[in-house]
């Protein structure tokens, strides 16, 4: 089965930037849907980022368009977030996702598979 893992988050001053990664092992990414969900203590789970694996449709929540961009390496089946000029509004923990061949449609998209999920705190 496919198997997920993020690393990357961490502590981190207003303004600054980190890059999350979320390693897959098992089938390939190639055919799977990946998105970013994130989630503060209190708060539901928000969705953050979609990549489509069917028409390459990228979505991103409003609160980080501009800032947050995701990406794909195909042969370390690893995809990234990378995440600039962070807000305290950002903390929380970060999850990524897969789902079987499926559009973005405007969305993040919750899939069969998750990972463990990676801390982010931004404060000074």
């Known amino acids: 089965q496919l198997q997920l893992v993020e690393s990357g988050g961490g502590l981190v001053q207003p303004g600054g930037s980190l890059r999350l990664s979320c390693a897959a092992s098992?089938?390939?990414?190639?055919?799977?849907?990946i998105s970013w969900f994130r989630q503060a203590p209190g708060k539901e789970r928000e969705g953050v980022a979609c990549?489509?694996?069917?028409?390459?449709?990228?979505y991103y929540a409003d609160s980080v368009k501009g800032r947050f961009a995701i990406s794909k390496d195909n042969a370390k089946s690893t995809v990234y977030l990378q995440m600039d000029n962070l807000k305290p509004e950002d903390t929380g923990i970060y999850f990524c996702?897969?789902?079987?061949?499926?559009?973005?449609?405007?969305?993040?998209?919750?899939?069969?598979?998750w990972g463990q999920g990676t801390q982010v705190t931004v404060s000074s």
């Open positions: 990549l489509s694996a069917e028409d390459g449709e990228i």
């Open positions: 098992g089938p390939t990414l190639n055919f799977f849907t």
């Open positions: 996702t897969a789902k079987w061949r499926t559009y973005c449609s405007g969305d993040a998209q919750q899939g069969n598979y």
